[in-house]
């Protein structure tokens, strides 16, 4: 298929562009297989915008007389407004940013055509091999294995071809657990607790029916993570309720008798629909631009939003207190294990281990417990908080997560390597991006699409020190420590820095940001240049220090 | 004390209010002036000290096995759980303090026995720090159209105006009279700020007596006087900060608001602010919502908005905003009014001028706002917040909405303020304490009668003197350049009304982000400053060798001398990355990061910094486990208090798993 065949008109003049922060400006607006470029060419430095196709949530058009309008929802919640003189043009153009939008094929997506203008030091889609994060394992412990039964994707379609399992369990015995869970998502390593040798684990629901059904090895290998005479935790990410009902489906729980090591804590997150109505109900209170006060709250409640934060951020807190103050094993699962299940055992880590919290450890996370445990990221990104389809997959669950780990940001502002712009960085890639991390569902559709030989990776453009330093956190200091975030309502805030976005100029946080820089900059150089005078002091030989 | 029935009680437990397994077992004391309660065994005393000033109620709850719970509230939103064992102790305890916390007599306040041990010069200086004459000069005044007027020295027109006022230039003593007949307690207009880059100002009063009908010709004169000190403008705005039903409700009781057809070139305009019995409601809803155990989140949304509380924050900044707006946008002067022009009035005037003038939001120019809008007009101190006992419908959070204010103002300018939160929530804490004078009494004639200044010291002084505690370290005077007057946006989607946890769960230390970014940069601005001052003393030592060294070393050429100097200080490089150096040498310096406690070294230097922090009652305690919750200290003794491991997690167990 030819793009040229979707642009009926590639092209539009004295069209009027409105957008947060600027002044209306008018101009030439050009579409190209991708994007949407608007340029006034009026004076010199002339003002351009280039809008990805993808990035468009939803569009709207009105006309008064000849003069037509059309209003461009954004998945990063950005809302434009284009005025195009011609009723024509106008449906033309419509027509062309809906179909352009919303095209089918993941292969005519714009990381297929998309050539990189930087010199790539570090391949990104080497740079988190499922390899070099079991050696770091081996270091520690001799427990567990890294299996191949996943090679060709036949076990489990949405796991990676490798997966970190108990060094007593044998690939044969995998088979059979992966048939007693739902997707064949069997128990797998998430995270290793150093400081104790306490795991935890992920996988999806158990399928025991309504008949109670069981699988020994199911048991066995659950219990081969467990120390001599301890108990382990399974959290259950769904409320006693839910995963009762899933028992009519062929789903279910652990029982008891089958399970006696272990606890099972049923916490209650919500799932889809849920979730994208939240959101939706969120930006339509945060684009609401009344001025009053009662309204804006009760829309905040209503939209549910920070419960679902606070839900979200509890359970991750006690898979992590388990882990680490009652030195127990965790389990981890929900349904299909691989939305809220993720969630918990992806904050978790970021609360335990510091590392979690550097850049390129929080990448590693990202690539490990989200893109290859098999999240689709691509059914839930599909769209945001402006859609009016009511198709079932779309949630934003990685958005909660991230904003979870803005909430932990915000309360231990120098325990973090990188800054909020990362966060809304990997937000806005998540949903539309020029690279191809987050095309595909899980590593089976994504080495079927030939991404890492085809489309450029993230994590190559991001890893480059004059990208970096945009990212990183002038306070950061490395903590070794567990860092417990508290859960109040009163300790919860709704993210600005992504929500409100668009509404406030972000300048005078702007400003702040970069005083911290300047006090800690000039802090730095003050000392190396103290060090050097000491240092030269010294080599002149003489005993006279202070 | 006769009021003491009870001293001591021992055997008394401290209940936490997060978990109620982590109840402390201690000694409860009754002073003069604090309850004390001192926990038992732990090395470190841990003490809790509150004043009985700071005490709002006391409730005795039924009897259970255990003992006869006893609940603390205080006005710095502290609560306390007291569980006495013998039924009777607890009786005497609750009676003694009903007693001592509602004093009768100015006397008995904890400023006439606070003694600092300052001499009288020092006491003399401090009341000095802060003077209005001064202020009013800094705004331009007394000029061309603004002169101090002495029409109420002796406090002969208005007992709860100061002696010395501004007024218009063409404002004569008659018209001033005249004028103070027809408002409410006799508050005529007077000047409270004036911008002297366009001649507008804000003006003040109560609100004037007309009734259905009636007018006065010298209070028309006035604000015709008041139009007429700013000449670029041919009207003034008049601004009732009452909603409109509550303005015409008193025009029943021969009070009301001005009459546009009566008054030439005004522009009337109301702006709903509630009265302080709205307010005072309003914050005890609030706070029940800060109360509740383990609240859901849309228990705690919907009860912030239930209570109304932040509504009538943004009522006050919208005020404010307006007001701010008309003098600097439109060079338009202003009369604001409420009823009798001391609590709404207050609030609007102190906002609109902290958006207006950048010298507001120093440290220093803060405490001259207070002292301008709210001490010396007469904001009734004594009666809003209790000091004395009184009537309890007089009482109202006025002062604490415009704290409020402020700090909302300084989350969406991080870099207009030259202080810190910690600043505000000192001050909300003093304003209650009455251990410094400042804020004593009624109105200034009352302070004078009861010769405060010779008697008590200055809240100001003593905030001054320990100024390195109250700074923000992101403050820019440059930003006053470019951001003069500061421009809030109204829409709650624009400007985000938070709930202000600091403050109202101020002792729920484990609510509060466990790293501060303040304290953090001002130990890096502190360390800074001491780089700077060994920069210096290196840099002489260096000059000083190489003197001696080329005296001594006469054999060594120049040439080679070069060369060393730049080997060195390529390698200077690598060197400044290396810890240990650094850390040997400048033992001294603070602790980069307050959470950090696990290392010796800054767990050692946080005990000094909770033992030199400035207020006995307001200790700053730092997580020494980074993360771990510290709940478990409230102690206000200053050093001394660290929290034990086990508290932290004990708490943690409650909150996670509890829901």
Same mark, same amino acid.
């Given at each position: ?30 579409? #190209? ?15 351009? /915008? ?132 739902? =997707? ?12 104790? =040798? ?38 259950? #990410? ?13 789903? =279910?729980? *652990? ?19 849920? /979730? ?50 009652? =030195? ?12 809220? #299940? /993720? ?19 929080? *990448? ?112 950061? *200091? ?63 030989? #003489?005993?006279?220090?202070? | ?177 005249? %004028?103070?007949? &027809? ?252 251990? &410094? ?209 086990? %508290? ?12």
């Amino acid at each position: 298929m030819e793009f040229a065949e979707l642009i009926k008109t590639p092209r539009a003049d004295n069209v009027v562009l409105h957008r947060p922060f600027y002044l209306a400006v008018e101009g030439t607006l050009c579409l #190209t297989g991708h994007h949407l470029i608007f340029s006034s060419r009026r004076h010199d430095n002339a003002e351009e /915008l280039w809008l990805l196709h993808s990035n468009i949530d939803s569009i709207e058009k009105r006309f008064v007389g000849s003069l037509g309008t059309i209003v461009i929802k954004c998945k990063d919640l950005r809302i434009i407004q284009l005025d195009i003189p011609g009723m024509e043009e106008c449906l033309n153009i419509a027509s062309s940013i809906e179909a352009l939008s919303t095209l089918d094929s993941v292969t005519l997506m714009y990381p297929f055509f998309y050539r990189p203008m930087f010199e790539i030091v570090e391949d990104g889609w080497r740079s988190f091999l499922p390899d070099q994060e079991f050696e770091l394992l081996s270091s520690v412990t001799d427990e567990w294995r890294l299996s191949c039964i996943n090679k060709d994707f036949s076990v489990c379609p949405s796991y990676p071809p490798v997966v970190i399992v108990p060094k007593s369990i044998d690939d044969e015995a995998l088979w059979k657990v992966a048939m007693f869970r739902h =997707g064949s998502r069997f128990p797998v390593l998430s995270y290793y607790h150093k400081k104790n =040798g306490m795991v935890m684990m992920r996988s999806s629901q158990p399928l025991t029916g309504t008949n109670g059904r069981r699988c020994k090895e199911d048991e066995k290998l659950i219990n081969a993570t467990l120390r001599p005479g301890k108990r382990g935790y399974i959290i259950d #990410t769904r409320s006693l309720n839910v995963a009762q009902q899933a028992r009519a489906k062929g789903g =279910g729980f *652990e029982q008891e008798a089958h399970y006696p090591q272990w606890r099972r804590i049923h916490k209650c997150i919500e799932r889809f629909n849920i /979730l994208q109505e939240s959101l939706i109900k969120l930006v339509e209170a945060c684009n609401d631009q009344s001025h009053n006060m009662d309204r804006w709250l009760s829309k905040l409640e209503a939209s549910n939003w920070l419960t679902h934060i606070k839900e979200i951020l509890t359970a991750a807190c006690l898979a992590a207190q388990c882990i680490d103050r009652e =030195g127990a094993s965790v389990l981890v699962h929900g349904t299909e294990g691989t939305d809220s #299940t /993720l969630q918990v055992t992806s904050l978790a880590q970021i609360i335990l281990d510091p590392r979690c919290r550097t850049i390129r450890g929080f *990448e590693s996370l990202v690539v490990r417990e989200w893109l290859q445990a098999g999240h689709p990221f691509q059914q839930r990104c599909a769209q945001s908080a402006y859609s009016n389809s009511k198709q079932k997959w779309e949630a934003p669950v990685f958005l909660l997560f991230l904003d979870c780990v803005w909430q932990i940001l915000r309360q231990f502002p120098c325990s973090f390597e990188f800054n909020e712009r990362f966060l809304i960085m990997l937000f806005e890639h998540a949903y539309a991006s020029q690279f191809g991390t987050f095309l595909g569902n899980n590593e089976n559709e994504r080495s079927k699409l030939k991404l890492p030989q085809k489309t450029m990776s993230l994590w190559s453009w991001v890893n480059r020190s004059e990208e970096l330093i945009k990212f990183q956190n002038p306070l950061f *200091e490395a903590n070794s420590l567990v860092i417990w975030p508290s859960v109040a309502p009163q300790s919860l805030q709704l993210w600005e820095g992504v929500f409100l976005r668009w509404n406030r100029p972000s300048k005078f946080q702007d400003e702040a940001q970069e005083e911290m820089i300047n006090i800690i900059k000039y802090n730095k150089q003050l000392q190396a240049k103290v060090n050097a005078l000491r240092r030269q002091i010294a080599e002149m030989g #003489t005993d006279d220090r202070m | 004390m006769e009021h003491i029935r009870m001293p001591k009680v021992e055997n008394v437990r401290l209940l936490d209010r997060l978990s109620s397994r982590k109840a402390a077992l201690g000694t409860l004391y009754l002073t003069a002036t604090h309850v004390i309660f001192v926990e038992n065994g732990s090395e470190a005393r841990k003490e809790t000290w509150v004043l009985h000033s700071q005490i709002s109620s006391i409730e005795k709850q039924a009897t259970t096995a255990t003992g006869c719970p006893l609940l603390i509230r205080c006005k710095n939103f502290q609560v306390i759980q007291l569980v006495i064992p013998q039924e009777r102790d607890c009786h005497d305890v609750y009676i003694s303090l009903i007693r001592l916390t509602r004093p009768v007599k100015y006397e008995e306040l904890y400023c006439f026995s606070f003694n600092p041990k300052l001499d009288k010069e020092e006491r003399e200086q401090g009341w000095k720090l802060v003077d209005l004459n001064e202020e009013y000069n800094r705004m331009g005044i007394p000029n061309n159209y603004w002169q101090i007027s002495n029409v109420n020295r002796d406090y002969g027109v208005c007992d709860s105006y100061p002696t010395e006022v501004y007024v218009p230039k063409s404002a004569t003593a008659h018209i001033i009279v005249g %004028s103070s007949k &027809f408002r409410s307690r006799r508050r005529f207009p007077a000047l409270s700020y004036y911008c002297k880059d366009n001649n507008a100002s804000i003006c003040r009063s109560s609100q004037p007596l007309s009734g259905f009908s009636a007018r006065c010709l010298e209070d028309e004169q006035m604000l015709q006087a008041i139009r007429k000190a700013n000449p670029g403008s041919d009207f003034i705005y008049v601004v009732d900060t009452r909603p409109k039903l509550n303005a015409m409700a008193n025009r029943a009781a021969g009070k009301g608001y001005e009459n546009e057809d009566n008054y030439s070139n005004i522009k009337f305009q109301f702006i709903g602010i509630e009265n302080i019995h709205v307010m005072r409601n309003s914050l005890q809803k609030m706070l029940e919502v800060c109360e509740l155990k383990s609240p859901s989140m849309s228990d705690f949304l919907w009860g912030l908005e239930n209570s109304g509380w932040l509504k009538h924050i943004k009522a006050i900044m919208d005020a404010g905003i307006f007001i701010a707006k008309a003098v600097a946008e439109e060079g338009v002067s202003v009369l604001v009014h409420c009823s009798d022009g001391w609590d709404r009035t207050a609030q609007v005037c102190s906002v609109a001028s902290l958006l207006l003038d950048p010298y507001y939001r120093t440290m220093k120019g803060f405490m001259v706002l207070i002292e301008k809008d709210w001490v010396s007009f007469g904001h009734k101190f004594n009666h809003r917040y209790g000091n004395l006992d009184g009537d309890p419908k007089e009482i109202s959070p006025v002062i604490d909405q415009f704290l409020e204010c402020v700090w909302q103002l300084m989350e969406q300018f991080p870099c207009a303020f030259e202080f810190n939160e910690r600043f505000l929530i000192h001050l909300q804490h003093h304003i209650y304490s009455c251990q &410094f004078g400042n804020f004593l009494c009624n109105s200034q004639k009352e302070r004078q009668e009861l010769k405060v200044q010779e008697r008590t010291y200055s809240l100001w002084a003593h905030l001054w003197k320990n100024r390195a505690d109250y700074l923000n370290p992101l403050y820019r005077p440059d930003h006053s350049k470019t951001q003069g007057t500061l421009r809030p946006q109204m829409a709650p989607c624009n400007f985000l009304y938070k709930f202000w946890s600091g403050m109202y769960n101020r002792f729920e230390k484990g609510l509060h982000p466990r790293q501060s970014v303040t304290d953090y940069l001002m130990a890096v601005k502190e360390e800074t400053q001491q780089l700077e001052e060994e920069l210096e003393v290196l840099g002489e030592r260096l000059a000083n060798l190489q003197k001696s060294q080329l005296n001594g070393n006469k054999v060594k050429s120049k040439q080679q001398d070069q060369n060393k100097h730049l080997g060195l200080s390529t390698s200077s490089n690598s060197l400044a990355n290396t810890p240990q150096e650094y850390s040997n040498d400048l033992k001294s310096f603070p602790s980069r990061s307050p959470s950090q406690g696990d290392e010796e070294d800054s767990a050692l230097i946080l005990t000094q910094d909770n033992l030199k922090s400035s207020d006995p009652d307001l200790s700053a305690n730092s997580d020494q486990e980074s993360g771990v919750e510290d709940l478990s200290c409230r102690s206000p003794s200053g050093g001394g208090c660290l929290p034990s491991e086990d %508290s932290g997690k004990d708490s943690d167990e409650a909150v996670f798993l509890a829901v």
